[in-house]
């Protein structure tokens, strides 16, 4: 079983940073991708940023620029550095990660998610 945990959320100025960190944990072969989405309220989960085990990158253009992601493959986490934070980031952030717990079996596993609140 494989488990995601995020922290990191929280109520942030507009203008502001924020990092957010997802740990995976449990009993698995590998993980592929990791990455982040986002829910605001009344809106449909949406991307955010991607990264492969290679760190390839990927992000939505309306966080481009302005975040960053990153994944330390030895202790199996991913980050997500935001910068220059608008109202319309609100959103519960997701971690995402495409685990394969056996050498065939491959899961998409979801952590709990945490909310960031951009509001002065």
């Known amino acids: 079983q494989v488990q995601l945990v995020e922290s990191g959320g929280g109520l942030v100025q507009p203008g502001g940073s924020l990092r957010l960190s997802c740990a995976a944990s449990?009993?698995?072969?590998?993980?592929?991708?990791m990455g982040w989405y986002r829910q605001a309220p009344g809106k449909e989960r949406e991307l955010v940023a991607t990264?492969?085990?290679?760190?390839?990158?990927n992000y939505a253009d309306s966080v481009k620029g302005r975040s960053t992601i990153s994944r330390d493959n030895a202790k199996n986490t991913v980050d997500l550095q935001m910068n220059s934070l608008k109202p319309e980031d609100t959103a519960v952030y997701y971690c995402?990660?495409?685990?394969?717990?056996?050498?065939?079996?491959?899961?998409?596993?979801w952590g709990q998610g945490t909310l960031v609140t951009v509001s002065s």
């Open positions: 990264i492969t085990s290679g760190s390839s990158t």
């Open positions: 449990g009993s698995f072969f590998s993980i592929d991708r």
């Open positions: 995402n990660a495409g685990v394969f717990s056996t050498r065939s079996r491959y899961l998409e596993v």
